[in-house]
């Protein structure tokens, strides 16, 4: 079973940029693949950015040219790091891992997922 603790959320001004850090309970990054979604109140969640195990990437279009996934297999952490940030990024923001994911940014292609982790951009 695997588990994911992520951290890094806060409050930021438009422009700003955050952090997020997604720790995984045993050797996850280099066999599974992992995503980023969030999810807005009222609103369904949404892919953000994934990994797959060899480190191909894609991102939504919202979030190209100012969100960056990384991970470090060796430490277990994967980050997504966030610039330029928007208040309609404002959302609670979850890491998921799914073993034949890919870089899907589809939900239902990943099997865990941790508790979330806050952000709010002010304007």
């Known amino acids: 079973q695997v588990q994911l603790v992520e951290s890094g959320g806060g409050s930021v001004q438009a422009g700003g940029s955050l952090r997020l850090s997604c720790a995984a309970s045993e050797d996850t990054y280099s066999s599974y693949c992992m995503g980023w979604f969030r999810q807005a109140p009222g609103k369904e969640r949404e892919g953000v950015a994934a990994?797959?195990?060899?480190?191909?990437?894609n991102y939504a279009d919202s979030v190209k040219g100012r969100f960056t996934i990384s991970k470090d297999n060796s430490k277990n952490i994967l980050y997504l790091q966030m610039n330029s940030l928007k208040p309609e990024d404002t959302a609670m923001y979850y890491c998921a891992a799914g073993r034949y994911a890919g870089t899907s940014l589809a939900r239902e292609t990943y099997n865990y997922w941790g508790q979330g982790t806050q952000v709010t951009v002010s304007s």
């Open positions: 990994i797959d195990s060899d480190g191909s990437t």
